[in-house]
């Protein structure tokens, strides 16, 4: 009884054994196994690179015409058209159609431009020696931050900042 139970016993370990030792090599041995675990480490390194790229930013275009939104008047307020790196800037007045020349200067959007940046304009003297309303400074710093250009204007004693949005 006692060999009985010894061969039943030695059996059960011996088939235990090859089942274990088969199991073992079709999941190690296998292609298919072996693969995902691969690709999950590819893909950790990938996201890991993608997200340490930081995208670049889109150059600043100020192109195009701003309006003074901070204008005490309906009728009266200042008006900028921008192309390429020149700024022109006019006194304008609504209810007689009239425009007059406050500041013809150049434009120069920094380099790394962010969010918000200055640059100074150096003034067309050409443009705005005859103008009797324009500026006679032969610089003016001009700021772009939050989707507004501002700049200071002075007149009569009184210097105020003038905040443009660009026009729809």
Avoid: H
């Amino acid at each position: 009884m006692k060999k009985k139970l010894f061969a039943v016993i030695m059996s059960a370990l011996l088939v235990a054994s090859l089942g274990a030792c088969s199991a073992a090599e079709t999941s190690s041995s296998t292609p298919e196994n072996s693969a995902p675990a691969v690709n999950a480490v590819d893909s950790e390194e990938a996201s890991e690179s993608s997200s340490e790229v930081e995208p670049t930013p889109e150059p600043i275009n100020l192109d195009g015409t701003w309006v003074q939104i901070n204008n005490a008047s309906e009728d009266s307020y200042q008006e900028a058209v921008i192309s390429g790196d020149t700024i022109t800037i006019n006194w304008v007045t609504a209810s007689t159609d009239t425009k007059s020349l406050y500041w013809a200067g150049s434009v120069e959007i920094p380099e790394n431009a962010g969010d918000s940046f200055s640059w100074d304009s150096q003034n067309d003297t050409e443009r705005t020696q005859a103008a009797i309303m324009a500026s006679g400074d032969d610089t003016k710093t001009f700021t772009y931050e939050n989707g507004q250009i501002s700049y200071d204007v002075s007149a009569m004693g009184m210097t105020q900042t003038v905040r443009l949005k660009k026009a729809d």
